[in-house]
């Protein structure tokens, strides 16, 4: 599955998903506040959006899912969800995410997918690590001013392959 199946423009966050910020961020906030803010916009109940922070929390807990290059992909395979859904949080002033390089985050995917579908996941996690390897792309989707112009972004990039 492609990043732009995944997400909408919806699902595209410039900056911190919700506000208030916390007064000190960090990536267990990111991945909490980033996880409601998915859930809600996808509209899963109460009982998706439990397990699915616990999932993502548990998964980041057992090993970072910050990649490097500036990317992180936090990710879960969730009993009761009906599809796989994501989003995308841009953060300028990037965030440290104990990464493979040592080094702050600034765009951070995040992947919710039925558990059954464990092939479809490795699958779809796979595209979205070849896509954030284009050095060009990732500048130019970590610059994105709208999630509009981010998503137009991902779409044309994912036309080009």
Known sequence: M???QLVSPE?????W???PKPTTPNKWALIDCLTRATCRVFQCNEEVTA??????????KSMTTGIGMGVAIPHASLHNLPRPIGAICLIKEGLEFNSIDNKPVYIIILILVPK????HHIKTLASIARLMND???RESL???KTAQQAYELICAHEAED
């Open 142 to 144: 970590s610059a994105a």
């Open 2 to 4: 492609k990043l732009s």
């Open 135 to 137: 050095d060009q792309f």
């Open 11 to 15: 699902s595209i966050f410039i900056g």
């Open 116 to 119: 059954n579908e464990f092939q």
């Open 51 to 60: 397990t699915a922070i616990a999932g993502i929390l548990d998964r980041e």
């Open 17 to 19: 998903p919700e506000e």
